[in-house]
């Protein structure tokens, strides 16, 4: 038996042998998520553990492979994944009067986002799968990782994105050559087309939503924040939801971490959605497992899930950690932009609505001011211009090519 033990679903508990299923459970269907169970003992037997990781020189997340499905032959892409620098704002800490915050910037990804860590897994375990093209349903982070993880092992690329999906987004899509369909209607319209293309063509559908690969890259998130926060570990770990992956992955990640004892706790996980699209921020509030899908609203669009597809894993992550989930406005996500960018850090509106999130579970009491935090900050701000020049609050100024035009300017600006 190899590493991988079974696949097991969330929702009826079913097993599956490693290759039985490619998505969901057969026998709850769409909604029964597989996650993908591992033989630890066998994986620390062959090495695995705190010392193997000391000693691996290879800092980007395939330092992790012996905790991902795949083989160990597999090829993988040359453009190095993960390994994104953690850092303290003391500033930031203050602003939002806790004891300290840290930003783990996942904008430092190849494609600019935290979702190179589960796309790149897809595509090496699309390849391993023997499938010659892949194709996802996204608001854009995740498909446009795809597709510059699938271009490097020579998989052709199929991409449905809906018809908000920011310009930049699209246009890194383009560059890495997959083809696009912009698809007339909300996200759940490209997820739906995306699932009917995929099983009319044979292709692997990379959407997290139901494939249980994708998580498993997420959960790299997870394993690295404990390895670099081994001696400093925070009481809280804060990401922004929209399915519910990410959440869940890093979750696992530093679950896996606590089992193999590089890590000796375990923090809370503060999970912030939008107002607009906050199904399981209120199924947490009323303390149960089921949501009813909304008609997604938010300017932040990588978080405008109506319908989360790992919505499960999501809120039973939280709840075992003992964390919360949180709701933010558009203009508390906008403020958190640019309030990040007064330290110098830009993120896209989901990778700043965390730090929303923050802000306002301390005024609701859920956080304490002596709490040590760590914001997950899942995307540049770059991925969506038109909203960061929103969220700026100024304008450029145009000038003619003279002083004297910069002078005028500047005699209305008080110094
Ligand atoms: C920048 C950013 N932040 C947060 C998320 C939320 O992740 P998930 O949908 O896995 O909950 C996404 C997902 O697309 C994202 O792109
Ligand atoms: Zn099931």
Same mark, same amino acid.
């Given at each position: ?51 193997? =990781? ?74 391993? =799968? ?28 199929? *991409? ?14 383009? *560059?890495?050559? @997959? ?41 790299? @998130?997870? =394993? ?15 990401v922004s939801v929209g399915d519910g992956?990410t959440i ?23 999970g912030t959605q ?6 399981l921020a ?13 008609? +997604? ?6 978080i405008?899930v109506?319908?989360p ?5 999501a809120?039973?992550?939280v ?6 989930f #949180? ?5 508390? *996500? ?17 990778? +700043? ?20 935090? =760590? ?16 969220? @700026?609050?100024?304008?450029? #100024? ?18």
């Open positions: 038996m190899g590493k991988v033990q079974a696949l097991v679903c969330v929702r009826c508990g079913r097993s599956y042998a490693d290759g039985e299923v490619l998505y969901t459970c057969p026998s709850c269907g769409p909604t029964g998520i597989l996650d993908v169970a591992y033989d630890y003992e066998a994986i620390a037997a062959a090495g695995f553990g705190p010392k193997s =990781l000391a000693a691996d020189p290879d800092r980007s997340h395939w330092r992790y492979r012996d905790l991902l499905p795949i083989g160990d032959g597999a090829e993988l892409p040359p453009v190095p994944v993960g390994d994104t620098p953690v850092f303290q704002i003391p500033g930031l800490a203050r602003a939002l009067e806790v004891e300290e915050v840290w930003i783990k910037d996942e904008g430092r990804n190849p494609t600019g986002s935290f979702k190179d860590r589960a796309s790149s897994v897809a595509a090496v375990k699309a390849r391993e =799968l023997g499938f010659r093209t892949v194709c996802c349903a996204s608001t854009g982070n995740a498909a446009s990782s795809l597709a510059g993880f699938a271009v490097q092992l020579g998989l052709e690329t199929y *991409i449905f994105v809906p018809e908000f999906a920011p310009e930049p987004k699209v246009a890194q899509l383009l *560059i890495y050559g @997959a083809t696009v369909f912009v698809v007339e209607g909300s996200y759940r319209h490209a997820y739906q087309l995306c699932m009917e293309a995929a099983d009319a063509f044979g292709w692997y559908n990379r959407s997290a939503a139901i494939n249980p690969v994708p998580v498993e890259g997420k959960k790299t @998130a997870g =394993l690295e924040i404990a390895e670099q926060m081994t001696e400093q570990l925070p009481d809280w770990v804060s992956c869940a992955g890093i979750w696992k990640g530093l679950k896996e971490m606590h089992r193999f004892g590089v890590i000796d706790g375990l923090p809370r996980l503060l939008a107002e607009g699209a906050a199904p209120r199924a947490f509030r009323d303390g149960t497992e089921d949501w009813e899908p909304v008609e +997604a609203k938010t300017l932040a669009d990588s405008a109506g319908s597809g790992n919505g499960l894993k809120l039973r992550a709840r075992e950690s003992g964390g919360a #949180i709701a933010v406005s558009d203009r508390e *996500i906008l403020d958190a932009e640019r309030e990040l960018g007064s330290f110098g850090v830009f993120g896209e509106p989901a990778g +700043a609505a965390g730090v929303a999130g923050i802000k306002r579970a301390r005024r609701e009491g859920l956080i304490a001011a002596d709490q040590r935090l =760590l914001h997950v900050l899942t995307g540049t701000g770059l991925k969506d211009v038109k909203a960061a020049v929103r969220a @700026a609050q100024q304008q450029a #100024i145009h000038v003619s090519p003279s002083l004297d035009s910069v002078k005028a300017v500047l005699k209305d600006v008080p110094r």
